[in-house]
């Protein structure tokens, strides 16, 4: 068990995982991605678009792992031995090595020779700059000399204007200044900057003379030589921070040092950004805002199944995952889909963050209903789907606050004078989709739906996607009980009478014998039909028959997915892997068999499954879909996926090199799904317009469940318990069901379910 009692921390033991665990850490328009070492990049990307490098190598958008760019040196005065405590280059053995990974810090925590080092990383909360702390102790009976280096590359001078930068002491500042002098800059920052709370007994300004020419990382010519050069630098390729601090330690007596580092217009925005950041109680208060952010979204909804791990990651990490996505989409970029996905289930725990969201996203939808697929940076690709995405999330809000004044909140259209409500926005949206059909009555593909890559499949306008089809059935329906919720019932069997016959075009032309196909290209030509030379089976067009209602037979639908694409990691997204590479169709015939939407276990579609498992009744299938895609996996050990974070695919069985590995873990709109597919579909806590409703569908393995839900200012104490005799007693009186009984803020409610064996009404 590596996950704190109280979910706040995971402490990482085994220090070489198969592949790095990652924590970000962030706020509105700074974010860092660092593994188990404290290594990664960071960087300045506001919601407006403007970006800037900070302390990385590389690019925003390019995650690939960075490496020894953050190291905290040690060096014993006296003897000249020195290691990287948060490092440990030479694998030596270390008495304490590990990282207490923590929703907005992580702290690496090493022990070497009667040295105990912490060094503790943070985001600022509203500025772009890391926040360090550094603790060395001496933890053995004698006195001790020991030198401290904290180091940090910089790619702030990687820019095309390297002969116009200068790394160098700023006396005013206190602290190192890179300045880029350059007449024209693409973002506002002329300054990068670390200062610590202490001063430092030398500096340095380059890799060159830090590792040395023809060094190492791991072995520094610098520290090796216990002093640093203290001098400047400019026209360098690779800058850097490093300080150095003489520290002379009694028995048992530990001292910490502060440093921030971070980005500023002006060299005197730096300072003040800096005594800011270092003023007295500034990093105590920074930590206990998030402390409280966390407790904030704890409370909201509470569960325990007996299952730490899942526990935990319900209660707490996969809210704080989702958050993630709610505030930068998908780290590379703020997309329509993945951020009003992320709305729709931040709503349970945040809706007003989900309010806010939608907002946002709303405004890049096109005039004509349809939307940008991203922006930060944009992407103009003709995807169709975005408009699909507007009416869950937009109910999801309501359903959980019971307020409708959302629906009056005005947005402009993207690229357009034109301003309408949010409900113009979602009728807008749905006009789009259920207009635009094919020849066989089905909604037009254009540049790509919900699967990104299957791209060039409908660029003519003639092919038509059987996925879009079916998500716009269920959007269509969305609507329709929205609008009578508005006592506009004209309208509301409008959408229904659409949905309809949507629902019987897909029954009349993509069904194939037990399946229903992924849909024509620009040709004709079917895709994941049985006549397909590969790919003749997609997961997705099963699963979303069954949660639009267009199956008409959902059980078997679900048995075939059983029988044809499960694997011990999960279910394939398709089978087999297509091999014929084919422009019609897109990159998805490009990509390596058992990678991304072709036939790897796409996480995101695996929660769709679980999700029309519990509409069928199917607990024990849904639990075991949710068991495999989890962290933990025994059945499939080496992923490699961090234990504190759901990722977004294991590559399939059909990978000729790497089957069974995550890939793409904490930006994924699966952290979305399983926390709603577990909250609301398995555990059954479903909002509807009228009040909170217990629908569960308890797995065996659940004989009893207690919940804390807040709802509407009302405080529900839940016992879920498996039973031959289904019972519902609210308040010590029994009922038949509905929607659970409400109060004034602060009611407390005591809720016992005893359910049967399948879902709960």
Sequence with gaps: MNFSNDFSDFTITDMHPPRPWYNFLWNDSFIAQIDQFGCGKSWYYSPAGVRANHNVTGTASDLGTVTDNRLVFLRDSESGEYWAANRNFRNEAFDTFQTIVEQGRSRIVSSFHDITCEFALSVAEDDPAECWEITVKNSGATPRRIQLFPYAQTAFNQLPHSPCMINDWDDSLSGLLIQNIAPKLNTPFRCSFMVSNRAPDGWESTDRRFKGVYGL??????????????????????????????LDLAPGEETSIRLVSGLAETPGAAKVLSEKLLAPGAFEQQNEDKTTARSKREDRLRISIGDINLDALTTSWLKHQISLGREWGRVYGRGFRD????????????????SDGILICLAYQYEDGN??????????????????????????????????SLLERDVPFYKSDRIGTVLDHCFQGLEYLTENLGEHGLCLWGGGDWCDT??????????????LTEATIYSANLLADLLEQLNRTDESETYRAKACELKEKLRSQAWDKDRFICGFNDDGLKLGAHESADANLFLNMQTWAVLSGTAENGTELMDLIERELATPAGYILCKPACQQKNPRIGMFSYMTPGTCEN???????????????????RHEEAYTTLKKILPGNPCNPGSGVEPYAVTNQYLGPENPHRAGDANGTWITGTAGWIYRAVTEH????QPEYDGLHLRPCLPEAWPEVKIRRIYRDNIYNIVLTRSDTPSLTVNGEETKGGPLPMGPAGTEHHVLLNCGSGPTN
């Design 454 to 467: 299957i791209d060039g499949a409908g660029l003519e306008g003639c092919g038509e996607s059987v996925w």
């Design 371 to 404: 939307s940008l697929r991203q922006w930060n940076p944009p992407w103009t690709h003709p995807y169709r789907d975005g408009a699909a995405w507007i009416l869950p999330a937009v109910t999801a809000v309501i359903k959980e606050t019971g307020d409708f």
């Design 682 to 685: 398995l555990l059954g806590l």
């Design 217 to 246: 990382h791991s072995d520094p010519a610098a520290v090796q030589s216990g002093q640093l050069s203290s001098q400047g630098t400019n026209f360098e390729w690779q800058m850097c921070f490093a300080f150095q601090f003489n």
């Design 339 to 354: 951020m009003l996905q992320d709305c729709a289930a931040v709503a349970s725990f945040n809706p007003k963050a989900a």
């Design 599 to 617: 036939a790897s276990v796409y996480c995101h579609g695996n929660a769709f499954k679980i999700v029309a498992d519990c509409k069928l009744g």
